[in-house]
């Protein structure tokens, strides 16, 4: 099974669109972008309705700010992590802790922002847990698996061919950071490492970061030795 990748800008965050037999797409975006979504799909001669699946990587405003409105255009179900469905559902805005300097200054700078914007809630129709999930059923050679570390729910999308859509596992591109490597907030660095090493033994060789132009594995690989 062949699977072609698009790249999705949705407000502060990259989104992905995995296409086989049916599309999938990869996190829902920032606040607001439901319009820019349309807009996208037209871009790539597809139909909103050809997505089925929304795989949230965590539950961070920037991955799950327009969720709600992305399912109600396309009709897609939600898969997210049991351990963070509520933050959809509920309406919740939790931020991890800054592991470095200016993380800890973002982690400030975001608490500021939370009292003026709101997350629409939406119904997580697929409830991940730790075993991997097959995507064999959308026609696409690849699994979910959960990668903890970023925030305890987080999880990533590991093709066959060696693509790993990580979310927030790995930051590659400004404000965040000026080169690729291990992301600057994370509620547990070691289960950052942990979840890298998982990866890395799964396959893992090109990296689709959420934030940050795809980068190879191997600059992973030489973090974590």
């Known amino acids: 099974m062949s699977t072609a990748i698009y790249q999705m800008v949705l407000g502060f965050d990259n989104c992905y669109i995995l296409r086989g037999r049916f599309c999938i797409l990869i996190d829902g975006g920032s606040l607001g972008q439901g319009d820019n979504f349309r807009k996208n799909i037209q871009k790539l001669a597809m139909k909103p ?30 898969a997210m992590h049991r351990w963070e469905k509520d933050v959809l559902e509920k309406s919740l805005q939790p931020t991890p802790p800054g592991g470095t300097l200016w993380g800890q200054i973002l982690v400030w700078l ?15 129709d697929i409830i991940l847990g730790d075993e991997d999930v097959s995507l064999a059923e959308y ?17 990533s999308v590991l093709l066959d061919s060696g693509e790993a859509f990580v979310g927030d596992l790995a930051m590659a591109g400004f404000p965040l950071r000026f080169s690729p490597g291990l992301p600057i ?6 289960q950052v490492r942990k979840s890298w090493q998982k990866l890395l033994s799964a396959g893992a060789e090109t990296i689709y970061p959420a934030h940050g132009k795809p980068f190879s594995a191997d600059i992973i690989r030489r973090t974590l030795r």
Do not use: Q
């Open 185 to 190: 907030l994370a509620e547990n660095m070691e």
């Open 139 to 155: 026609g696409i050679a690849g699994r979910i698996i959960h990668t903890p570390g970023h925030s305890a729910g987080s999880v």
């Open 110 to 124: 975001i608490s500021l922002c939370k009292p003026f914007s709101h997350i629409s809630p939406a119904k997580v």
């Open 49 to 78: 309705e050809e997505i089925k699946l929304i795989v949230l990587t965590h539950g961070h405003w920037d991955h799950i700010g327009s969720a709600a409105d992305i399912k109600d255009i396309s009709g897609a179900r939600i």
